[in-house]
């Protein structure tokens, strides 16, 4: 990009929006939203949902009413749902109440529905549903989302998610529900371990947190952890994985390390506690406070350094709510704008994660968009759900070659015969020349076996016809022509009788 602009004068072009900024960080940044049980309605929905994800993603569901395996179709969830992109980002308890608001005002659109005493009721709105053939894509739509909230609430409800995400929240934040240090950490985890309701990935998952929360374990207790999960030998190859993304996984009996503080400090306490949105979702990623402190001009260049000039803190506000210095006066007055307007353009910021995003993080980014009119844009090389996470993490230590990485595959090469350089004789010549190539290789054997074949046919009635064949003969074989002669009678017969005349 410098050396284009070095030769081209005109690049970048000028512009009224501020200057942009491209922060790239990875993984080790923050190793517990990966693991974290987010409960918005798209990660809960790609953590928890067999979703089949390839170049587009589809949740394997039924439309009709009656819900029967034999109606299952792969239903597609793109930017084009218009209630997906609405309610993505949106909590689960938030959602289900979203979507029967939206329901309600659609059947308002639409006077065929039934009645029904409690429309919120997602069986009933089920029901109503199935009555209205007419609108199937808008029936479809509902009909797709209705279904996968309730499966995921079902899940979450068996898996029993709410009181392993009250413990991941008091080790992911270092708080409790109290904003207080929280308090018998380990007898709540070994006691979700000896519930049979909790999966084996969600043991592991808890595992693997807590040795984070702790900043390491004995090994001995690690082993025993694992050991009272259930969980096979090959999951210690994750924890002990964790080490080359900067994790301290053991420590020494009478270590006296402090536990490990987030990157940006811990989450400060409301004012008012009631206002807590969810008790279960205290944890934010830490990309959203890296971007509220970039944005404020207080980012820790330490950790951050700068590669070109940065911007100061006053440049860094820019965009966001100002107060005009000029005078009441002036032809153009700006006392009473309170915020900038739509039409400006915004300060463009791209982060980019190497190794894996997660969707708690892509929310993040844009709750911050909003927040301080800022155009937000999350890159990274490809997106995370808990499973894959620790099966990447377990990757490891494996040998790549095993692993079939797309950038350790050979590079496809063009067939051969593309490179083959075409013959300068044309085989119409080839075919010509084989015959007068051949003589040469001619023998007595070879043409005593023609004379032969000819004699049979023709040397009694032409016996002249055999001497063009036999002057071409070469003096090397004359030895073995004359000994075959001699053990043909009937031939030296009629060769004697040949030459009687001359007698």
């Not at 749902?81 to 608001?101: F, G, P, Q, T």
């Not at 990274?380 to 620790?390: A, G």
Request: proline fraction near 7%; charged fraction near 25%; glycine fraction near 4%.
């Amino acid at each position: 990009m410098d050396q284009y602009a070095k030769f081209h004068e005109d690049f970048p072009p000028p512009s009224p929006r501020p200057r942009g900024t491209l922060i790239i960080t990875d993984r080790s940044m923050d190793l517990f939203a990966p693991l974290v049980h987010e409960f918005t309605y798209q990660a809960m929905v790609h953590d928890l949902l067999p979703l089949v994800e390839k170049d587009k993603v589809y949740y394997q569901t039924s439309l009709n009413q009656d819900g029967s395996s034999s109606n299952l179709r792969d239903v597609e969830i793109s930017e084009k749902d218009s209630i997906w992109v609405k309610n993505r980002h949106l909590h689960m308890k938030d959602l289900l109440e979203k979507l029967a608001a939206d329901f309600q005002a659609f059947k308002a659109k639409n006077p065929q529905f039934a009645q029904s005493d409690n429309p919120s009721s997602l069986n009933n709105i089920k029901d109503m549903l199935a009555g209205l053939p007419q609108f199937q894509e808008g029936k479809d739509a509902f009909s797709l989302h209705l279904n996968m909230a309730s499966d995921a609430m079902n899940i979450f409800q068996n898996r029993r998610l709410a009181d392993i995400a009250s413990v991941e929240q008091s080790l992911a934040t270092g708080l409790d529900e109290e904003y207080k240090k929280p308090k018998n950490v380990a007898d709540r985890i070994v006691r979700l371990l000896d519930d049979d309701n909790i999966t084996f990935p969600d043991r592991l998952r808890l595992i693997v947190q807590y040795l984070i929360y702790r900043d390491g374990l004995l090994p001995s207790d690690i082993q025993k952890l694992l050991a009272h999960a259930h969980l096979p030998p090959q999951d210690g190859e994750v924890i002990h994985n964790l080490e080359l993304l900067g994790a301290h996984t053991s420590r020494a009996l009478k270590d006296a390390r402090p536990l490990a503080q987030p990157p940006f400090g811990r989450k400060q306490a409301p004012q008012d506690l009631s206002q807590e949105e969810s008790g279960l979702s205290r944890f934010s990623p830490a990309i959203k406070p890296m971007l509220e402190e970039h944005i404020r001009g207080t980012l820790d260049q330490g950790i951050f350094p700068f590669t070109k000039p940065h911007l100061d803190a006053a440049e860094g506000l820019l965009g966001q709510e100002t107060i005009s210095q000029a005078s009441l006066r002036s032809a153009k007055p700006t006392w009473a704008r309170t915020r900038p307007s739509a039409l400006e353009p915004r300060q463009r910021i791209v982060v980019f994660v190497a190794g894996g995003a997660t969707y708690s993080e892509s929310r993040a980014c844009y709750e911050v968009s909003e927040a301080f009119n800022k155009d937000v844009f999350l890159a990274t090389s490809h997106m995370l759900t808990p499973s894959l996470y620790l099966r990447q993490v377990g990757d490891l230590s494996v040998d790549k070659r095993r692993l079939d990485l797309p950038a350790e595959r050979p590079r496809p090469q063009a067939p051969a015969h593309l490179f083959e350089r075409e013959s300068q004789q044309r085989p119409e010549l080839l075919s010509k020349q084989t015959p007068v190539a051949g003589i040469g290789g001619l023998n007595i054997n070879s043409n005593h076996d023609r004379l032969n074949a000819a004699q049979n046919g023709t040397a009694k009635s032409n016996p002249a016809s055999t001497a063009p064949l036999t002057s071409v003969q070469s003096p090397v074989g004359s030895k073995s022509s004359k000994k075959d002669k001699d053990q043909d009678p009937e031939k030296k017969k009629k060769k004697h009788h040949f030459f009687s005349s001359k007698k």
